[in-house]
């Protein structure tokens, strides 16, 4: 059963602080992966990962990654140029 969120924590602060996993689908950071209690960020502290590792996490191919992070270096370059 998934704990009840204090007003002024974040899903992603209660899961780390009680080492639970994430059962909020809502969740901007879950993903489906017990291994990091179903948050993105929790999977990102383990430092950097290979486009084939971020891939299986998500259940895409490690092309369909570098599709993904190229269109979002080039938003973020829009941003601030």
Known sequence: MAKKINKNETCFSNCKKNKSNCANKKCRAWFDCKKYNNCS?????????????IGDLFK??????????????????????
Do not use: F
């Not at 960020?41 to 590792?53: C, F, K, R, V, Y």
């Not at 993904?68 to 941003?79: D, G, L, P, Y």
């Open 41 to 53: 960020i929790l999977a990102s502290e383990d430092g950097p990962m290979t486009l084939q590792n």
């Open 60 to 81: 895409l191919t490690r092309m369909r990654i570098c599709q993904i992070e190229k269109n979002a270096i080039s938003k973020i370059r829009e941003m601030i140029t």
